[in-house]
C-alpha cells in the first residue's frame, strides 16, 4: 500500500488492520509522512487544518493547526527509528508510541493545573495532541534565541519553573534553553518526554531516587546557559535546596 492509499485510510484506528503484526515494542516500521499525519489529526477533529510545520525533533514533529479559527500547536510523534541489521528499520509500534504521547500529554496537564507555565493542554488523540500557540506572526522564540532585557530576572524565573514543576511532583529530566520559551515577557516551559512524574505514593521513594539525578542536570543546564550571559546562577546550591522539598514530611 502506496503512502497515498494509507493517508486515504485517515486515521489510526481505520489503519489499525493494515498495521496488523506491529504491536510488538520493537517492530520493523516505515515513517508516516507529513501527509498521513495532517490527515490523522484533522480526520480525529484534533484541528481543522495543518499549516505549516514549526519544529522537528528526534521523536516527534511539531506542526502550526488551526481550529475554529484559533492557533494550535499539533505534536505528532514519529515512529522512532534505529539502524538494524541487514539495512531494516526497527522501532516502537503505534501502541507504544500513543504511550509516550499518553505521558507526556498528562505530565502537561498536570503542570498546567498546577500552574506551571506551559503551553495550555487542549486535546490528544493516539500518538498526537495539541496545545496553545504560543506567539503571534512567528511562534514565541526558545530561551536561546530571545533578547532578554533583564537576564538576571530570567535566570530566577527559570529557577523558579523548576521549582513549581517540583511542587507539582514533577522534573522535567530535560531541561535547558531549548526547551523554555520566551513570549510576552515570561518563560514557559515545553516537551515532556523525559519527565517523571514522583505523585504516586506507591513508588514515590523509588521515582524520586530516579529524579533526583536529573534535576541536577536541569539545573546545571540552566548554569550553562546563565553563565554564557554573564549572570550567576549556583546549580548545587539550588539543588541542595530543592531536594529539601523531596524529604518525607
Known amino acids: ?6 493517508a486515504s485510510a485517515r486515521s489510526y484506528w481505520k489503519r489499525r488492520q493494515i498495521r ?23 480526520d480525529n477533529g484534533l484541528v481543522d487544518d495543518v499549516v505549516t510545520i514549526l519544529g522537528t525533533g528526534k521523536e516527534a514533529d511539531v506542526y502550526l493547526g488551526r481550529w475554529r479559527g484559533a492557533d494550535l500547536v499539533l505534536k505528532v510523534y514519529r515512529l522512532h527509528r534505529t539502524p538494524h541489521k541487514k539495512k531494516a528499520l526497527i522501532g516502537y509500534a503505534m501502541d507504544q508510541i500513543g504511550l509516550i504521547a499518553a505521558n507526556e500529554f498528562t505530565i502537561l496537564q498536570k503542570a498546567y493545573r498546577a500552574g506551571v507555565p506551559v503551553p495550555t493542554p487542549a486535546r490528544r488523540v493516539d500518538n498526537m495532541f495539541t496545545m496553545r500557540y504560543l506567539g503571534g506572526e512567528s511562534k514565541a522564540p526558545l530561551l536561546k534565541d530571545a533578547v532578554l532585557d533583564e537576564p538576571e530576572i530570567a535566570a530566577r524565573e527559570a529557577v523558579a519553573l523548576v521549582e513549581r514543576l517540583l511542587d507539582a ?15 510576552n515577557g515570561r518563560l514557559f516551559v515545553i516537551d515532556f518526554p523525559q519527565a517523571i512524574d ?13 529524579a533526583k539525578p536529573l534535576l541536577l542536570r536541569d539545573l546545571k543546564n540552566l548554569e550553562h546557559f546563565f553563565t554564557r550571559l554573564d549572570v550567576e546562577l549556583d546549580a548545587e546550591n539550588e539543588y541542595n535546596r530543592l531536594c529539601k522539598k523531596l524529604e518525607p514530611n
Open 198 to 210: 514522583f505523585s504516586s505514593n506507591v513508588t514515590r521513594h523509588i521515582r524520586i531516587e530516579e
Open 1 to 6: 500500500m502506496s503512502e497515498k492509499e494509507l
Open 169 to 183: 511532583h514533577i522534573v522535567h529530566g530535560d531541561l535547558s534553553e531549548y526547551n523554555i520559551l520566551y513570549w
Open 20 to 42: 496488523a503484526g506491529r504491536r510488538s515494542r520493537y517492530v520493523e516500521v516505515e515513517e508516516m509522512s507529513p501527509d498521513v499525519a495532517s490527515a490523522d489529526a484533522i
